[in-house]
């Protein structure tokens, strides 16, 4: 016992007492708060990122499908064809018949019956008027007096398609072309704000967009999509009805016939079927024409009518107008070459001593086809080593290119008394 006390007083001098360090409470705040301040600033950060980011990780993980217009087309009517069916109807025997007489009662119509076929053609009008806006173009400047003006031009428009994604609506370029804001009234008098998508400048139509979202729900369940009908098989004497805004107020109903289905205008490199009508109209008018079954068969475009007769109410066979729509539905350019044309037939070219093909009429200024050197009274025999015998054929040939293609037209020139051969190298363009 003496021994273990006297080793404990010999090694006194080397024991400690561990005392634990005290907290450096404002060191621990100062660390907290550096680490909450880079916490945040790394979220604020990754916040940013995944924002920029957002649409290009969807677009990559989750690509979306295109959404694209397609408009099925007619088939046009080969010459001879309508002859060819009258002779046929000739020799159809006449249908036997029966031994018991049927006896036939006249009955006088009254002028009540004349207005239940009035008020029935009104509702074909009225159920059309479902797939007519009001489309609105405001531009706006600065005068003179540097005071500002703003101009609103109205127009009808048609709805023609539905993408899935946004409405497509046909109208006239030179309402919207120039214009800083672009406003849709629906029937109900709903506004939603459009886009122009693309615009022909041969024809002057032109579709403009409205994104789905933008429309509630009641209006898209009270609006249709209008039916685009078969113009080959319209002839003098037709139905029709003029809707959208023909006398110069939208949702305008008038009924009339067409006093002409075989008239022609010619157009830089195509040519289209006019229909006339005896349907009074304004000289500014806007629409469409449509048949007793509610479809769409023509355009009412005004600057195609005679100088002479801006009163009545001209349109543009929808039928030979379909590719067009369908390609500015989807945002793709018309191809443009800049030749007015007309097709050179066995009978012309024995009369007037010219090599049969596409004759050219007249050359645009400044178009693709002054550029390789193409001149009036030329007449086309091939487009890329594939001969062309008439404007159809050359418009299906032209209408499968797309901007900036090259393309080699063979043309016959007169030199002296005979023709030669010419390739002109063309750039096939867009018409603004």
Known sequence: MKQKEQNEQEFAFIKEKIKDKPVNKRRLLIHAGFNLLCAVVFGVVACFVFVLMEPYLEEWLYPKEESTISIPKDDAPQEGEEDGEEEEEEKKEPPPQPESQTVVVQEELEIEDYQKLQDKLYN??????????????VTSGMDWFN????????????IIGNSGQELLILTEKKVIVDAQEINITFI???????????????????????????IPEAVLGQMAVAPLGNSYVVSQGTTVLAIGSPLGANYSILCGTITSSKNEVSTIDKNYTIFTTDIVGSENGSGVLINLKGEIIGLVLQDYSSPNDRNTITALAVSELKQVIEDLSNGRD???????????????????????????KSVEMDSPAMAAGMQEADVISKINGEEVA?????????????PEDTITITIKRQSGEAYVDLDCAVVVGVLK
Do not use: C
């Open 124 to 137: 074909i009008g009225k159920q059309a008027n479902k797939s007519v806006v009001t489309v609105t173009g």
């Open 334 to 360: 018309v191809p443009y070459v800049g030749l007015r044309l007309s097709t050179v037939t066995e009978e012309i070219a024995k009369e007037f001593s010219i090599p049969k093909g596409v004759y050219i």
């Open 390 to 402: 008439t404007v159809e054929q050359y418009n299906q040939k032209i209408y499968a290119l797309s």
């Open 147 to 158: 005071t500002p003006y703003e101009n609103e031009n109205r127009a009808a428009g048609v």
């Open 188 to 214: 109900d008098g709903t506004m939603a704000s459009a886009s122009l998508k693309k615009y022909d400048g041969n024809t002057g139509i032109a579709i403009i967009s409205v994104p789905l979202e933008d």
